[in-house]
């Protein structure tokens, strides 16, 4: 699952901080999920804590909050959040792997525009380490 | 970033096919090159960066090829050449994707595809001199650059603008393929003026149009023969 890439990348990263600062243990991650990468919470964590297993970070607490996907029209400047069950099925299953699709197939509600910026809510991201 | 890392960790050599200039044959030579490499059994990857007009899966057939998930995604083998593309997932529809998407594109694809243990990893550059070749330089900084470049002067120019730009972003240049020769040796006059070695010329050959998609019609091109030549040299 993708979800096992994001994690490796989130676990390798607090790893690497952790041994950056000299910690012994990690204690605590705080982890933003952007809405447009529809990462599914519980197969996340589960990753979090298989590949924490055996590292400093095997106790650590990992939480997990959600950004919504905020775009903003680059014609008509309009600004919209993107609802997740408002999407196809196979449309949110492509954006997931790759959030750019988004491009292909999503469009400004307001004068029907590809062109917009994600303004908020793409990728998933580290907001926080706490190390013991 | 890292996560991109680790995925190429496994590639032994990443070769960009570029060009600066748009329908010189790119996608042609570098999806065929993987072809032929994988024919004398290398183990090869191709990735089609053009995110605006992807063309890789369609020279290859591989047009309702998904790459599968498994802890990222797999790329599917297509006669023995793995590949991965932006075209799985955006079906036929367009990328309106500025500089800072394209980015995050690349960076995504570098980041989920598992290419595993690769001898070569071919890279179909888009036309251009902006946001892609930038990116791959700063994010891929041993790839070495192979530039393709028909007779005409408007494509030879563009190579130029190339090159330059690859040699002061101390890019390693292996050297230029002349595609749709036709004769005289301009592209193999522009190489000596600018000390980068010349590989090769291949034909322009008509017979190419009809096996887009049909890489076993492909290979028994001309334009497969003489392109052979050329990969012969990528050592």
Known sequence: ?132 | MREAEKQLSGVRRVVCVGSGKGGVGKSLVSATAALLLSQRSRRVGLLDLDFYGPSAHLILGAWDLMPTEDRGVVPPEIHGVRLMSIAPYIGEGPSALRGSDATHAMLELLAITRWGELDLLLVDMPPGTGDEILDVVKFIPAAEWLVVSTPSKLSIQTVRRLLLLLRETGSKIMGAIENMAEGEACVEEFCRAEGVQFLGSVPRDPKVERAIGRPELLLRTEFARRLEAIVRKLK
């Open chain 1, 1 to 132: 699952m993708h979800e096992w890439a994001l994690a490796e990348s989130v676990v390798l990263t607090v790893l690497r901080v952790a041994e950056e600062r000299n910690a012994a243990r990690v204690l605590r991650v705080r982890i933003k999920l952007g809405e447009l990468q529809q990462v599914e919470e519980e197969i996340f964590s589960t990753a979090l804590r298989e590949l924490s297993k055996n590292t400093p970070a095997e106790d650590a607490e990992f939480s997990l909050a959600r950004e919504p996907a905020v775009l903003k029209c680059n014609r008509c400047s309009h600004e919209w959040k993107v609802e997740r069950d408002k999407l196809k099925p196979e449309e949110a299953e492509l954006i997931h792997f790759l959030p750019e699709a988004a491009h292909t197939y999503l469009r400004c509600p307001r004068c029907g525009s590809p062109d917009f910026a994600i303004e908020s809510g793409r990728g998933v991201w580290i907001e926080s380490v706490e190390l013991g």
